[in-house]
């Protein structure tokens, strides 16, 4: 009987961090081991034992049951801060939304302005009878030069201006595109081949067998002269030029030689007699200088000796250095342009502008160009930015250089320069 009765066993356990009594006494927690809560007791022990040796029993407000509490404050805070983030989120959206309307509006304004401009601003198309001719040209061929019928109305509506073509055999239509213009000057490169024919191009690999000094320029300025009914008993009565509003003008045509000065100068000769003996050629006979309709002047290997050899029947003047321009040697009688690099003659630009140094050089190059009665001319300006450019032509222009040398036609004959930049916008064609 006594053993079916079931035993209690008193367990003592010493843990690891106990509590002190008021008397010091350290008082030891009991568990009951009976059959009811066996397992239970043991498991609760050996946790509270495990918990107290690792030192990882839960905070006192965790065990208070606070955990709830702090659970839902932080879904709280977070879920607060995403609304935040939200509503951040469409502000930005719709500031956004309505800066880019506001930017499409100035954009559509702003066009709206510059091409308003464009239009007030560009010269009215040309009206000029040559224009007719450069659209309908065509490339020479084994025949020789493109040809047509001039009429006396051709040139009506030109002025002539002072500006020389450069390279003008790039230009889609050589020549007609310079005469359109206006500009009086125009200039080719030429090479000697081995039968004796003057090709023209900027390197020797550009020629063409069709592309010849008489077929780009000589052929095509006696046809104009000859429809112009320019002859030998040609009066001052007479129309003598190209240009109707300026019949005195003479057209200048700048050969550079670009191989051997001393074989081409025989052969050009020969090309040019034809025109000399119609006396349509700007000749000095030693004494007295005749203007014609044509002025022929070498640069590049043009060699100077053989243009001041024939001193009673000259009509190939020559393109003397601006730079030493003074010196006795160069004449109205032997030459009729002073050239010179810009960069080389001037020096470099900073900042875009022309310092009062440079400008004063400039001015003693052109004045002494003038002293000699010679035309100055500055080659290779700056082409870009057009701002820069166009600041250099007026300059040039303010001092009196006697040619401006250009690549862009329109731009330099038809343009306002002070509005070829205007918000911007580059309004200036290239041509």
């Not at 066009?111 to 464009?118: M, Y």
């Not at 047509?148 to 003008?168: A, G, L, M, Q, T």
């Not at 670009?258 to 034809?274: A, M």
């Amino acid at each position: 009987m006594d053993q079916e009765k079931k035993s209690e066993v008193i367990v003592s356990v010493r843990p690891v961090c106990s509590r002190m009594s008021s008397n010091g006494s350290t008082k030891m927690k009991k568990f009951r081991d009976n059959e009811d809560d066996e397992t239970s007791s043991q498991g609760s022990t050996v946790a509270t034992l495990e918990q107290a040796e690792a030192g990882t029993t839960k905070p006192s407000w965790h065990r208070r049951g606070r955990s709830g509490n702090v659970r839902r404050w932080l879904s709280t805070s977070v879920s607060t801060k995403a609304t935040r983030r939200q509503k951040w989120c469409r502000w930005l959206l719709i500031v956004f939304v309505v800066l880019g309307i506001f930017g499409i509006i100035a954009a559509i304004i702003y066009v709206s302005f510059v091409a308003k401009l464009i239009s007030r601003l560009s010269p009215p198309p040309s009206q000029n009878r040559i224009d007719h001719i450069v659209e309908q040209w065509k490339e020479p061929d084994a025949n020789g030069a493109f040809t047509y019928e001039w009429k006396n109305d051709f040139s009506r509506d030109i002025v002539p201006k002072n500006c020389h073509s450069h390279n003008d055999y790039w230009r889609r239509v050589p020549l007609y595109q310079a005469l359109a213009a206006g500009c009086v000057s125009v200039e080719a490169d030429i090479w000697l081949t081995d039968d004796n024919e003057l090709l023209v191009g900027h390197s020797w690999d550009s020629t063409k067998k069709t592309r010849t000094l008489r077929s780009l320029y000589l052929d095509p300025i006696t046809n104009i002269l000859e429809r112009r009914n320019v002859s030998t008993a040609s009066t001052s009565h007479k129309e003598t030029g190209v240009f109707d509003s300026d019949p005195n003008t003479s057209i200048n045509l700048l050969i550079d030689f670009k191989s051997d000065g001393h074989k081409i100068w025989p052969v050009l000769q020969s090309q040019l007699k034809s025109l000399r003996e119609k006396n349509w050629l700007t000749y000095y006979d030693g004494q007295v200088m005749h203007q014609g309709p044509l002025t022929i002047i070498g640069t590049g290997n043009t060699p100077f000796e053989l243009v001041q050899q024939n001193s009673t029947d000259r009509y190939i003047f020559y393109d003397a250095p601006l730079r030493t321009v003074s010196e006795p040697q160069y004449n109205s009688t032997n030459s009729y342009y002073a050239s010179a690099k810009f960069g080389a003659a001037v020096g470099r630009l900073w900042l875009g502008h022309i310092s009062a140094k440079q400008e004063h050089t400039m001015k003693q190059q052109i004045q002494a160009a003038a002293d000699k009665g010679l035309k100055s001319r500055y080659w290779d300006t700056p082409a870009w930015p057009i701002s820069m450019r166009d600041h250099v032509w007026g300059k040039l222009m303010q001092l009196n250089v006697g040619l401006l040398n250009v690549d862009d036609l329109a731009s330099a004959t038809r343009w306002n320069w002070d509005f070829c930049v205007v918000a911007g916008f580059v309004l200036c064609g290239k041509t």
